[in-house]
């Protein structure tokens, strides 16, 4: 449980100068009591969570809801539609191996990866104010059901979506076709070099990964655990880099087609064809569009520029730890045999000179 | 029974990423792979007893296996290492071993008991005076067997050169050297078998000609060198056969070796020139040419077919027979100790077992433990070369202190293992030795046969010659063939009673170096065991102290990432 710290620069939409308590704001949530539910294959894990806040949306103080795994990511796949360019904290894994669905060492695991996962996004200062996070917290289980059942449906896409897929295949096609094999990509050297950066980090973080699993079972030290955070929460940045590459792209090529249509236009202008006014019109909106998506880009870059350095931050501190305790724990062990062999020692002295 | 010998250093199969971590350069306290373990500012000083420890537990083997010796021409397997002690002994009583290559040493090495005739000059040895028999085995060369010159090229063979050291009065010499090949190792192998009956032989190692094949050369001469000169070593260590002619003449005379490769009774010493009493073999008339005294050799194949295939008629009868064989074994001391010892056996091969399995494990955690280490050390570096924050850098810095402590624990996981295989492969010597006892074993219930056997033939001529008294009796003025066979059979009972004689002595003395040899082994395994057992605690004590000494240290470091939690 994490209580959230509002700062003064934080976006402070929240605090309402009437709000009756003195108290700081505060969202605190908890993951808990994991429960089997259904029968057969149709069975899950049911998690409690638990809120306490005095956000003034919230039912508060306290407020317990019963979730889900799916809910969970619902809740992370809303979050980085909505905000890209922010590195949504990452989900544990969905379990493919049947028997291990139920096991208490993997429910335990999965409790406290998610009691991290929605704690992460109650600790930043934009994600915390989502509605999708308030629902989740919030909804009685019907609600939440129909949210949840409502996006997995191809009903995920507005037309407006549906329209920018469109347009993302034909200027594949286009690309294609004239021999743009190569997709349109920043040029920003810094840009580049936390790419390469990111990527690299997690070969390194699965080779580490893979020797701390064997090292489970011989040393009973759990440090894989902060290791596959580490490599979900750098897979997640990928997700957000290709959001990123996504809006770049868009941008450019609707500044592409604006010139385009920008010259028709100058040839309608020119013949007077009774096409013109439409044209105009499709200029304008094509226009607004373009600023739209260069405003939707030039956000996203600035989150993510935002969202690194917490991230470094961040993963300092939680390496840090898992380090600290993996050494402690170690010690602790190590000490614990040296004690238990040389309490044999006199025994062994004794019972030679007999 | 023996003391710790060097053994080879089979760490070169354990670990792939070995060379890895070994160019690693941990840039801490330790500069370089085969520095000094104790870094005084990184570690606390828990009890500096460590040298006041040294001359208190000479079985305990803390403070030998510390020791990094300077040089050990034993052993070119083995790199030397920087010899320093640890001045810091990090806890306790223990002397924990330093990072460096863990060059095994005897463990009787400068200190306390010295088992004669092995390992250096003994300075205080139990025995009475100060006697002492070294050898070694060098010097590998591969030789022509020139008489065999129906091949071309003909046959070759590997000789070594053993040096015996030595100020035993039968010896003549303090120093000196000879030429053998295997072939004479084998040769004396078996005399001694014929010789020592009853005594706890050691035994010879293996000719596995198959493996001289499949091996590398090098590989499989250097091992049997190992091996040779281990079983000379442990030949010498015996308080009997290291005084016995056939030992003496292996190691002192030049040139072919004077022992003959089979039983040629004819050449035996003791017992002088001797066959076999006829008797045992037909029914031919007796000569002085018997010697009784033949029986008191064991059966060997070839000429003593009859014999053996007397003996084996005896014991099927023994097992099956109705009546009770003549005589048995009656001494219920030795029934006991042999059934106590049986159980040892069994025990032994169980604890073997699970020697293997812990060395096994202790392997794995030591390997994976590296790994985990190396791929941390890539990280960091990765990190601190991509490094765009601060935040960044920190957090390198500090991973890469648990990188290397990691890397650290798991070049210590791999000292500790070589060290357990060394202490516990007193448990395998031991199996060697039940193996020996067998053989004593076998030697008295082989000359009780013989006995039997003997008494057997007495018993049917016996008989026979009743039978034929009996008829003779009958006939009128005698029965001239019959009372010639009757004059026969009775020369041929006195030969036979005599030899029986014989056989019994041989194997009253047999059993009396069953008793002898009991006694002995019951010391030296009790010292043994001890020793062993100690040592190996001591080790692991001493290796987990200093991993949890590494541990710690990069725990304190790292704390204050849980202050800030």
């Known amino acids: 449980m994490i209580t959230t710290q509002r700062s003064a620069t934080g976006g402070g939409g929240l605090q309402s100068p009437r709000s009756p308590s003195s108290q700081p704001p505060y969202l605190t949530v908890s993951v808990t009591d994991p429960a089997k539910m259904g029968n057969g294959v149709q069975a899950y894990i049911s998690y409690k969570v638990i809120t306490k806040t005095n956000f003034p949306d919230y039912q508060g103080p306290e407020k317990i809801v019963i979730r889900r795994y799916t809910d969970f990511v619902w809740l992370r796949d809303r979050l980085f539609e909505k905000y890209k360019g922010i590195f949504i904290p990452p989900l544990p894994e969905k379990s493919t191996v049947e028997k291990f669905r139920f096991s208490a060492e993997f429910i335990e695991m999965r409790r406290q990866a998610l009691d991290t996962f929605v704690n992460r996004i109650a600790m930043h200062h934009e994600l915390q104010q989502s509605e999708d996070l308030r629902t989740f917290l919030q909804a009685d289980e019907l609600t939440m059901e129909r949210a949840r059942s409502q996006d997995t449906g191809i009903f995920k896409r507005k037309p407006s979506d549906l329209m920018q897929i469109f347009r993302d295949v034909q200027s594949k096609v286009s690309d294609v076709v004239l021999g743009k094999e190569k997709p349109v990509e920043e040029t920003n050297p810094e840009y580049e070099k936390l790419k390469r950066y990111i990527f690299e980090l997690e070969d390194h973080l699965a080779e580490a990964q893979k020797h701390a699993y064997r090292l489970a079972h011989h040393l009973l030290m759990n440090f894989e655990e902060p290791l596959k955070d580490y490599v979900r929460a750098v897979q997640s940045i990928k997700g957000t880099i290709a959001e990123r590459a996504n809006a770049f792209r868009q941008q450019v090529e609707l500044a592409e087609t604006i010139k385009l249509k920008e010259i028709d236009l100058n040839k309608f202008r020119l013949t007077r064809s009774e096409k013109m006014s439409e044209a105009e019109h499709e200029y304008e909106e094509l226009k607004a569009d373009g600023e739209e998506a260069t405003k939707r880009f030039e956000t996203i870059v600035r989150l993510m520029n935002e969202e690194i350095v917490r991230f470094q931050d961040q993963k300092t501190q939680d390496m840090g730890l898992a380090f600290h305790e993996f050494a402690k724990g170690q010690a602790r062990l190590a000490n614990g045999i040296a004690d238990a062999w040389r309490s044999l020692l006199p025994k062994l002295e004794a019972l030679s000179s007999s | ?565």
């Open chain 2, 1 to 565: 029974m023996m003391g710790y010998e060097n053994q080879g250093f089979e760490d070169a199969q354990i670990y792939a990423s070995r060379e890895e971590m070994e160019s690693l350069v941990l840039d801490d306290d330790d500069n370089n792979n085969n520095g000094n373990e104790n870094n005084p500012s990184s570690r606390s000083n828990g009890g500096a007893n460590g040298d006041s420890i040294q001359h208190q537990h000479p079985l305990s083997s803390a403070l030998p296996f510390a020791e990094i010796p300077t040089t050990d021409d034993d052993d070119p397997l083995l790199s030397s290492s920087s010899p320093q002690k640890s001045p810091n002994s990090f806890n306790s009583f223990l002397e924990p071993p330093s990072y460096a290559e863990a060059v095994f040493r005897s463990f009787d090495g400068d200190h306390g008991k010295q088992i004669n005739g092995h390992g250096a000059v003994s300075t205080s040895s139990p025995s009475s005076s100060s006697d002492y028999l070294k050898i070694s085995v060098t010097d590998p060369q591969k030789e022509q067997d020139l008489n065999n010159s129906l091949v071309p090229g003909g046959n070759a063979y590997m000789t070594y050169l053993v040096t015996t050291w030595t100020n035993l009065p039968e010896f003549n010499g303090t120093e000196f050297s000879v030429r053998r090949r295997f072939k004479d190792v084998v040769t004396l192998s078996d005399r001694l078998s014929d010789s020592y009956r009853g005594f706890f032989i050691p035994l010879r190692p293996d000719k596995s000609v198959v493996e001289s094949q499949v091996m590398q050369k090098q590989e499989f001469v250097e091992q049997r060198r190992m091996a040779l000169e281990k079983y000379l070593r442990k030949l010498a260590a015996h308080p009997v056969i290291r005084r016995s002619e056939e030992l003496r003449l292996f190691l002192q005379v030049h040139g072919k070796l004077p022992l003959m490769k089979t039983t040629d009774v004819a050449s035996r010493m003791l017992d002088g020139a001797a066959k076999l009493p006829k008797q045992l073999f037909g029914e031919s008339v007796v000569s002085a040419a018997v010697d009784p005294n033949d029986v008191s050799q064991p059966a060997k194949g070839g000429r003593d077919l009859l014999r053996i295939f007397k003996e084996l008629r005896q014991s099927v009868t023994n097992d099956w027979g109705g009546t009770k064989p003549p005589v048995v074994e009656e001494d219920k001391e030795f029934l006991e100790k042999r059934k106590k010892l049986q159980d040892f056996e069994q025990e032994l091969s169980n604890v073997s077992q699970q020697a293997e399995s812990l060395v096994k494990a202790q392997q794995d955690i030591g390997e994976t433990l590296g790994q985990l280490g190396l791929a941390f050390v890539k990280l960091t570096k990765f990190e601190s070369e991509e490094a765009m924050f601060n935040s960044q850098k920190v957090r390198a810095a500090d991973m890469k202190n648990v990188a290397t402590s990691a890397v650290k624990a798991s070049r210590l996981y791999r000292e500790l293992n070589a060290q357990t295989v060394r202490h516990l492969d007193k448990l395998h010597e031991y199996l060697g030795v039940m193996l020996a006892v067998n053989n004593a074993y076998s030697d008295r219930s082989n000359a009780l046969l013989t006995v039997q056997t003997l008494l057997s033939e007495l018993a049917t001529l016996n008989a026979r010659i009743e039978k034929l008294e009996a008829a003779a009796s009958k006939i009128f003025g005698g029965d001239r063939s019959r009372v010639r066979k009757i004059e026969e059979l009775k020369e041929t009972m006195r030969v036979t009673d005599e030899a029986k004689s014989c056989a019994v002595r041989e194997y009253e003395r047999i059993k009396e170096n069953n008793k002898n040899e009991l006694e002995r082994l019951d010391k030296e395994r009790h010292d043994d065991f001890f020793g062993m057992l100690k040592g190996f605690v001591a080790n692991q004590a001493g290796y987990a102290e200093k991993m949890a000494s590494v541990w710690e240290t990069v725990a304190n470091e790292t704390s204050g990432y849980a202050k800030n939690c």
